[in-house]
């Protein structure tokens, strides 16, 4: 929910309604952070959300979403919807929530993790993620943990719904990225593609997941005249969202990518990666940072 009061002012307070959260912070900006979420609204035509109110009703356990704008002139826009969004939802929803991380300095964000599960033969998994205070985002709706009936072709029942899924998904506050470090990867966004396709089939991806991370980052990559790309360890992973799952799988693979767009190159020292082979019950995750 954000609440937008004296356009005509220098100093702006803004309302902030955290996912999951009952109450509204409260910060005092300056007129730059305003004319950034009024370039976000307008970029994506904001305005013709309002009234939008629409629901899914095939999907019992799924995630709602609404936002309320108010001027000073009392225009107002609102907006709703249960496992269905207004065109651009995603993109107004990331580029304003690493707007307000700005302002809040509560860390980057992971965005789009999501949980694949092959074990060797049919069996019943517990998926737990270790800091469920900061998820902004599940599904299935995490509660307490992913109580998951895995098939080995990934085919995954969520025990609770009965629902059929093909990976789990969580999005949540990255408290370990922390900007631009010594190493990683200056790619020109003309090459982002072909980098990645390098780097994923280095780090154990299959070719759907190779083609669902793609899809997903390369519009966010290849945009930019450069990119700072890092992969972050499994150490960093580990402190930030540990993942406990029982039994214990043969091969765990953990990526994710921290990306930070650059108008120029920078010189840094290249990151080193070690080809991962999948042998036995194997988990994948992936996502990416972006890095402020």
Known sequence: MIHIINLNVIIIVCYIKRYGSSNEEEYNVDKCILNDIEKILNKYNVSSWDGFNKSDKNVLDGDTFSISIVYDNNKRISSSGYMMYPNNYKSVKEELETLFNSITN?????????????????????????????????????????????????????????????????????????????????????????????KLEILGLNYKEQEEFIIYWLPKLDSNKYNYIRFETLEEQNNNMPLLITPKPDTLIRINMEYMPLDEKIDIKEQQLTKVERKGFTLVEWGGTILK
């Open 106 to 198: 509560s860390g980057d964000e992971d965005l789009k993790p999501i949980i694949y599960l092959y074990p060797e033969d049919t069996m019943s998994i517990k998926v737990e993620l270790g800091n469920p205070d900061k998820l902004t985002v599940t599904y299935p709706k995490y509660n307490d943990y992913w109580d998951i009936e895995a098939n080995p072709d990934g085919t995954l029942i969520d025990k609770r719904t009965g629902r059929k899924l093909y990976s789990l998904f969580w999005e949540g506050i990255n408290t370990e990225s922390n900007g631009i470090k010594e190493e990683g990867f200056i790619v020109k966004g003309e090459d982002a593609l072909s980098f990645l396709e390098e």
